[in-house]
């Protein structure tokens, strides 16, 4: 397992690192753009972050990485269970990128609220969540190239759904974060992601192997 997860790292550093960059100045762009209340590029770094297990297994299942593990004394579920790991670490990564950004917002601005942190981390965490929870279960069922149209599918949901709250402004916080019980709010919808992840999680372990060629 520890050798499945270095190779990935391996990959991060040389295929995806760009996307790592690229959601660290999205966070930054986030900062400066709290001034208005907007946390849409702070939601778009998450977003980013989220596609990073996807990623991985486009060059695994381009590169035949299936053929070559099976002579590894691997399992499936390790296989497939280190593509889950990198995408809560994307999450964990996501949302710690996202604290930061608010904290350097709030001391600039201003302009911060609890009721905004809250609903920022909530969504930050749902997008990086989301599009594995659907997508990697069908690239092992299907393969990537077949599944990549659900992909295609999956950013223009998340875009739409990005585009609904940043335009909404208060008004759409308000109708999901309550000022009383935001943050039990928080712990249940997170608590319901991370399961669905669970599910989505042995689902692929299940299908692993199956791609139709």
Do not use: H
Not at 16 to 28: D, E, G, P
Not at 39 to 45: C, I, Q, R, V
Not at 117 to 146: D, H, S
Request: net charge positive; proline share 2%.
């Amino acid at each position: 397992m520890k050798g499945l997860l270095l190779k990935d790292a391996y990959q991060m550093w040389s295929y995806t690192r760009w996307i790592i960059l690229a959601s660290v100045a999205m966070m930054l762009m986030g900062t400066f753009f709290m001034k208005e209340g907007s946390n849409f590029f702070m939601l778009y770094g998450g977003f980013l972050l989220g596609i990073l297990p996807m990623t991985l297994l486009a060059y695994d299942q381009n590169g035949r990485f299936s053929a070559y593990s099976a002579a590894l004394p691997v399992t499936k579920g390790q296989i497939v269970g280190g593509k889950y790991l990198i995408g809560l670490c994307g999450m964990v990564l996501a949302e710690l990128l996202s604290m930061t950004a608010l904290a350097a917002a709030q001391l600039l601005w201003g302009t911060v609220t609890v009721q905004l942190t809250v609903a920022t981390l909530l969504q930050v965490a749902m997008l990086t969540l989301l599009g594995n929870i659907i997508l990697l279960p069908l690239a092992y069922r299907l393969g990537y190239q077949k599944a990549r149209y659900a992909y295609y599918l999956c950013i223009g949901l998340l875009a739409s759904f990005m585009g609904y709250f940043v335009s909404s402004g208060d008004n759409a916080l308000n109708s999901l974060l309550p000022a009383q019980g935001s943050l039990l709010v928080l712990v249940v919808v997170l608590a319901a992601a991370l399961a669905l992840y669970a599910l989505s999680w042995r689902l692929s372990v299940a299908w692993y192997g199956k791609a139709e060629q």
